[in-house]
């Protein structure tokens, strides 16, 4: 017996005397036969892709770690983690509102950024939530998981998912009065270049998690517990 699935969705435009077939942008097999998908498809697989298409609106990294999941878990919900791995952002201090840190990212120069991470550790997710120059409203969202890599690659290690979203204050700085006086540039300058710059971050983390792991290091080092 076949599950309810888009029932919700029929009855509703059946309400508004709207037509029954297919709904516009979803493609399935009852639908769609595989005849007519196949060139959809075939479409997508594309040997060029436009700029904007791969710099859009979402920039996504992953990569495997020769890492027990649950030990890099512990490591990069720790907001000091990002002083090591990252490629520019330094000096972690706390601030007086709990779990929120100030850091300097060098890529600004002098540049403050404000960070919280909010971590839950059953899915192994890791958000950093971050702002230039403020921290009232962090609004560049990191969004990271970790995956036991024995469950999608049939081997020990983890599998580091990393997203970010092209907020639109990315094209313009919502808080100009917080910037530092004739700091250059802003970081949406810097958009198309994240899937690189990340791509870079990633491979850090994978060498320094990594070393530690194989030569019995605590992952999370002494110096962040």
Not at 60 to 85: F, G, H, M
């Amino acid at each position: 017996m076949s599950l309810p699935a888009l029932e919700d969705i029929a009855a509703h435009r059946l309400d508004r005397d709207d037509t029954t077939g297919p709904i516009e942008g979803v493609i399935r097999i009852e639908t769609s036969p595989r005849e007519q998908a196949t060139p959809i498809i075939m479409e997508m697989m594309r040997s060029v892709y436009p700029h904007d298409e791969v710099f859009g609106p979402y920039c996504t990294v992953n990569e495997y770690v020769d890492c027990p999941p649950d030990e890099l878990y512990e490591y990069l919900a720790d907001t000091r983690s990002l002083e090591e791995w990252t490629y520019s952002l330094r000096g972690f201090t706390r601030t007086e509102q709990d779990g929120l840190w100030l850091a300097y990212d060098r890529l600004g120069s002098e540049t403050e950024i404000y960070t919280r991470t909010v971590a839950q550790p059953e899915a192994r997710t890791v958000d950093y939530h971050c702002a230039w120059d403020q921290g009232r409203h962090l609004w560049m969202i990191y969004l990271m998981r970790v995956v036991d890599a024995q469950v999608v690659l049939d081997k020990p290690g983890s599998v580091v998912l990393w997203t970010n979203c092209h907020h639109p204050f990315y094209d313009h700085n919502p808080y100009p009065e917080t910037a530092p006086p004739e700091r250059p540039v802003w970081v949406g300058d810097f958009w198309d270049m994240f899937g690189a710059g990340h791509r870079l971050e990633l491979l850090n983390l994978k060498a320094i998690a990594e070393y530690r792991h194989r030569n019995g290091l605590p992952v999370k080092p002494d110096w962040m517990k």
